[in-house]
């Protein structure tokens, strides 16, 4: 048995939630973290019908990619559609919870996702978040360090890529003297003593920081810990906007479009004008992408394709790349399966399962 908090905190280890945009409204919309799970129920939007199918199939959560609420509000009339919904699920008690921004913001997220769709290759972020990694810097008696180090590894630590356990650590010789009141580990009080030591360094995501500093003074010899936080201005290529990567061949501009247009199934595809090089280096960002254009453009991408693009977005590439809008809930459509996917390999003790719904708005007249 799983309480909602469970699988809440799961998701949260994988998308921080700090990791949305300013503007967002992700995480908790309405509901009762205690309850037990009876199931889980996944979509890009919430509407009526994926409200009714969490009720037919007595499921009490539902988790969607764009939050029903953005705006904060005044009061609760069932005139309103929105608050018409979200009383209609507290009087069911079906909780729910959006995950937003924090999930285009990781690149196992809705980006890493259509990336995947289309075979991309050498997959990274296209525009990484700047402030998301700090370093921890530790002394520690040498005997303790292989212990201490094991410990801030699985306390989420020294992580960069593909590699984990990554550290550095050189010796020195560390002094203190205890003063009244102090219980040292070693030395007499009073005087000064002086001990082998080892430096570690490593990084983080500011994200498991709490737990990283408390791992450490769990961990840690010392009554005094000494250790410093320090600010990185690296960026990294697993936490941001948008994703670019590299098809496994390059293909002509419109067999480029007709793939896209298969593997997203698109009703339509707006575009700038067809270039003449071929397409292997592709950007892309799932929903509202527009203002990754340039970063499209410096990383030298072949393509771009996003979502509710303007007409002047489309004069902006000038014959760099080919830009293309191919429908924002097509586009994010594979988040509903990522999501499915994720919990279930988490919480294989209840049915977690993608609306049958397609909440698409848009529809096309041609
Ligand atoms: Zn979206």
Redesign the pocket.
């Known amino acids: 048995m799983s309480s909602i908090q469970a699988v809440i905190g799961k998701l949260e280890q994988w998308a921080p939630p700090r990791w949305q945009e300013g503007y967002d409204n992700s995480g908790w919309v309405c509901g009762d973290p205690s309850a037990e799970c009876t199931g889980v129920l996944t979509a ?1 939007d919430l509407t009526g019908t994926v409200l009714q199918e969490a009720i037919d199939k007595q499921i009490n959560l539902i988790v969607v ?2 939050p029903p609420l953005f705006k904060p509000l005044k009061r609760l009339i069932e005139a309103d559609p929105i608050t018409q919904l979200l009383l209609k699920a507290i009087r069911s008690h079906i909780s729910i919870y959006a995950i ?1 921004t924090n999930l ?1 913001n990781v690149i196992w997220g809705v980006n890493g996702e259509i990336a995947k769709r289309i075979g991309l290759l050498n997959v990274k972020v296209l525009s990484p978040l700047n402030h998301t990694h700090r370093k921890l810097v530790t002394f520690v008696p040498q005997e303790h360090a292989t212990r201490l180090k094991e410990a801030l590894f699985a306390a989420g630590a020294g992580t960069i890529g593909n590699y984990s356990e990554c550290s550095f650590s050189s010796t020195g010789t560390g002094t203190f003297k205890a003063l009244e009141g102090a219980n040292p580990y070693v030395g007499q009080k009073d005087k000064q003593h002086q001990e082998r030591e080892e430096k570690i360094e490593l990084i983080f995501p500011i994200t498991v920081q709490s737990e990283l500093v408390h791992a450490l003074h769990a961990a840690h010899p010392y009554e005094t810990v000494a250790y410093d936080l320090l600010p990185l201005e690296n960026q990294f290529s697993e936490i941001g906007a948008g994703a670019v990567g590299d098809l496994p061949s390059p293909m002509p501009a419109q067999d480029f479009l007709l793939q896209i247009k298969k593997v997203f199934g698109s009703t339509c595809i707006r575009h700038s004008h067809l270039t003449p090089n071929p397409i292997q280096r592709v950007a892309l960002c ?3 992408g527009k203002s990754l254009i340039d970063n499209a453009l410096s990383n030298k991408a072949d393509a771009y394709f996003t ?1 509710d693009l303007g007409y002047h977005d489309f004069f902006k590439p000038d014959g760099r790349l080919l830009l293309a809008d191919i429908g ?1 809930y097509e ?2 459509q594979f988040t509903s399966d990522l999501l499915q996917s994720f919990i279930q390999q988490n919480f294989p003790n209840f049915a977690v399962l993608k609306t049958g719904a397609n909440t698409n708005p848009v529809h096309y007249f041609f």
């Open positions: 890009l990619h764009h937003h285009d799932g929903g509202s979502a924002h586009s994010e």
